[in-house]
């Protein structure tokens, strides 16, 4: 992305020093701004949004992006889900559809739109997870799993899709140049079943439990607020502190009743929110050197896209790892959980 709009000289120092840390090295926007340089045009013929007027975008702008451009991204999510699932699973098997997002809103919405895309049931049951942050796929699976569990006929298609630079924001202090030096745009998805639909041993995962949590006194460490001017996000330098604080006990609670140490976990998927995220849990958990690479490789290649983020790390981990940990943050300061294992008996 470039930074060319950030302003004075003092704050392309900052931000240069900022770049750095994040250890970031690729992210994907909507927005046709960051495909250009100061004394250039959009090189893929699309207009500016984010620089294009004085002052910045106001929401109506910024919403009308989003519906634009949050359809076709998550459609594309769910036909690779489709095509990763082979014969094993048709659309019209689908009975549950559980959309997830934080970055815009509009209605008629997301979930109808992809009934009519993907040709699903139009009596599909539909569900929403909306404004949850970065924690958000671990709830939607969550969901996904009670309902297949409740009924082992049950397709379940999650669809996560986040444009987060949508709200990038002409602000030079140093929690807004953080917060628009780690957020990209993405897309996952998946498709949870039931016990009667796996039992010919096709699934990627098994769910095999969940925990939450509430960190206690940390209601504004992530915050994420509309304003008239698209959505503001805080997030506190403490953060990354008090998950390491909260992690290992609420790692053995996780853990508890599935009656696995956390010596018997092969992958964590730890959700990266940000280098000091990452290295805040890794020595929390103590965890030895590259335990957290695919987390860290994803943060690499596309930066935090808030919900979808897990998925991507999930999808890589499951891969190399027998069995593991799945963990997400967000607002609250709340803390999601899951153990999981490879194939077997969830989707």
Same mark, same amino acid.
């Given at each position: 992305?470039?930074?060319?709009?950030?302003?004075?000289?003092? #704050?392309?120092?900052?931000l240069?020093? =900022?770049?750095?840390?994040a250890?970031?090295d690729?992210?994907?926007?909507?927005?046709?701004d960051?495909?250009?340089?100061?004394?250039?045009?959009?090189? @893929?013929?699309?207009?500016?949004?984010?620089?294009?007027?004085?002052?910045?975008?106001?929401?109506?702008?910024?919403?009308?992006?989003?519906?634009?451009?949050?359809?076709?991204?998550? !459609?594309?999510?769910?036909?690779?889900?489709?095509?990763?699932?082979?014969?094993?699973?048709?659309?019209?098997?689908? #009975?549950?559809?559980?959309?997830?997002?934080?970055?815009?809103?509009?209605?008629?919405?997301?979930? /109808?739109e992809?009934?009519?895309? +993907?040709?699903?049931?139009?009596?599909?049951?539909?569900? !929403?997870?909306?404004?949850?942050?970065?924690?958000?796929?671990?709830?939607?699976?969550?969901?996904?799993?009670? =309902?297949?569990?409740?009924?082992?006929?049950?397709?379940?298609l999650?669809?996560?899709?986040?444009?987060?630079?949508?709200?990038?924001?002409?602000?030079? @202090?140093?929690?807004?140049? =953080?917060?628009?030096?780690?957020?990209?745009?993405?897309?996952?998805?998946? /498709? =949870?079943?039931?016990?009667?639909?796996?039992?010919?041993?096709?699934?990627?995962?098994?769910?095999?439990g969940?925990?939450?949590?509430?960190?206690?006194?940390?209601?504004?460490?992530?915050?994420?607020?509309?304003? !008239?001017?698209?959505?503001?996000?805080?997030?506190?330098?403490?953060?990354?502190?008090?998950?390491?604080?909260?992690?290992?006990?609420?790692v053995?609670? +996780?853990?508890?009743?599935?009656?696995?140490?956390?010596?018997?976990?092969?992958g964590?998927?730890?959700?990266?929110?940000?280098?000091?995220?990452? @290295?805040?849990?890794?020595?929390?958990? #103590?965890?030895?050197?590259?335990? +957290?690479?695919?987390?860290?490789?994803?943060?690499?290649?596309?930066?935090?896209?808030?919900?979808? #983020?897990?998925?991507?790390? +999930?999808?890589r /981990?499951?891969?190399?790892?027998?069995?593991?940990?799945?963990?997400?943050?967000?607002?609250? /300061?709340?803390?999601?959980?899951?153990?999981?294992?490879?194939?077997?008996?969830?989707?």
């Amino acid at each position: 992305m470039s930074a060319c709009h950030a302003g004075e000289e003092a #704050t392309q120092r900052r931000l240069k020093a =900022i770049y750095r840390r994040a250890q970031i090295d690729y992210r994907h926007s909507c927005c046709a701004d960051f495909a250009f340089t100061c004394a250039d045009t959009p090189t @893929d013929g699309g207009e500016p949004l984010l620089f294009g007027a004085e002052g910045g975008p106001g929401l109506t702008a910024r919403m009308q992006r989003y519906e634009r451009e949050s359809v076709p991204l998550a !459609q594309t999510a769910a036909m690779k889900a489709f095509e990763g699932a082979g014969a094993s699973v048709a659309r019209s098997d689908v #009975t549950h559809l559980i959309t997830v997002t934080c970055t815009g809103f509009f209605a008629p919405g997301l979930d /109808l739109e992809l009934v009519d895309r +993907l040709g699903l049931s139009r009596s599909i049951q539909r569900l !929403q997870v909306g404004f949850m942050g970065c924690q958000a796929a671990l709830h939607g699976l969550q969901m996904a799993d009670a =309902i297949c569990r409740a009924d082992g006929s049950a397709v379940v298609l999650l669809v996560c899709v986040e444009l987060t630079t949508l709200h990038f924001r002409r602000e030079s @202090d140093v929690v807004n140049l =953080i917060i628009n030096s780690l957020f990209g745009d993405g897309a996952a998805a998946a /498709l =949870i079943t039931g016990a009667q639909r796996v039992a010919g041993g096709q699934a990627l995962l098994s769910m095999d439990g969940f925990y939450s949590y509430v960190v206690p006194d940390t209601a504004e460490f992530i915050s994420w607020r509309i304003e !008239q001017e698209g959505f503001r996000m805080g997030l506190s330098a403490k953060t990354p502190g008090v998950l390491g604080q909260v992690l290992p006990d609420f790692v053995r609670r +996780l853990l508890g009743p599935t009656g696995r140490s956390d010596s018997e976990v092969e992958g964590w998927a730890i959700h990266p929110g940000g280098r000091a995220i990452l @290295d805040a849990a890794a020595d929390a958990l #103590t965890l030895p050197p590259g335990k +957290l690479s695919t987390s860290r490789e994803v943060l690499r290649c596309f930066g935090n896209m808030s919900s979808p #983020t897990i998925l991507f790390v +999930l999808d890589r /981990l499951v891969r190399t790892a027998a069995n593991g940990v799945a963990l997400t943050f967000g607002p609250g /300061l709340s803390v999601e959980g899951m153990v999981w294992t490879r194939g077997s008996r969830g989707g």
